[in-house]
């Protein structure tokens, strides 16, 4: 899953967030989505890094990354998403359908708790579109109460290969019999009337990169973890998202131009490190920074969030190397 996803992270930190859009008609969806078992702390098999030249890269992600060296290279506009069709090495989501309309939904691995990166490929009429206006929504239903999650609408215009790339920052794991749904709201062409697609279904996997930040009087922000790559010894690239979710309900604003500290620390040793990257802003809610583990071992990664002048509380993540 080299290739696919080398650039991911370039595109959406440039995605402007599209105006919501009413007269929506439903849709029907067919799943297609597969669930992982828990994934173990630091131990997720993450995309690789947007920025090429990680010094910390190892001699072993090197010789990986060397497969796929031809694609990397053609890659620098940042909007490549190499692929095949059927897309090589993603997985399928499912599809949804509303007459000559269908949305096929693929992601570089199974969708877990924490930053995903979707891909949608749009056919309108048999044809595959390169223009299209996509607003998203997700949903889960726990014990009855639905709950949503931060999304970052795609850009109107698709890739080289025909797709809309979108982030989808899931706040939990679901059950099997508590699955996630996608509505989607497709304008083809652009300015036409939007149609609903739904895809329904959609299995989220456990894991410990998502968490909520607590403010002193008590408004709450979701926060969550993405490293480029596997984290290792040394320099590791990471986007750490952030969005507020105002009390009673169901809204999720992007925390834009925060000021964002990050402090490692090697939990059994009980010190920090040197040579790390301040997470810096890259809109709609994402921070792109780089932690030095300098060591193997267990470490925790914390950040305070403060925006406009007030603290939006700390979040922890632990791992393990």
Known sequence: ??????FLLARFVCAVALAALAGCDSGTATAAAA??????K???DAAPSPDASDAGDTAASDAAASDTAASDAAASDAAAFVLGDPPAGMVPLGVGQNGDLAVEVFAPATPQAGQNYLAYRVTAQGVVTSAA?????????MAGAPHGCPLIDPPEAADSLGLFQSVAVFQMASAADDPWRLDLNVAVPLGAPTRKVSVDGLLVANSTWVTTAT???????????YFAKKPKVGLNSYVLS??????????FPA???ATVKATPLMVTMGHGSNGNVAPVAKGNGLYAGKANFSMPGEWKLTFAVTA???????????ITL
Do not use: R, W, Y
């Open 1 to 6: 899953m080299h290739s696919p996803t080398t």
């Open 35 to 40: 669930a992982t078992a828990d994934t173990p």
């Open 42 to 44: 630091g131990e997720a």
């Open 133 to 141: 206006t996509i607003t998203q929504a997700a949903q889960m239903q």
């Open 215 to 225: 403010a002193a009087d008590g408004s709450k922000s979701i926060v969550s973890l």
């Open 242 to 251: 952030v969005h507020g979710n105002p009390a009673d309900s169901d809204t």
């Open 255 to 257: 925390v834009a131009d």
């Open 308 to 318: 406009a002048g007030k603290s939006l509380g700390s979040a922890a993540f632990k």
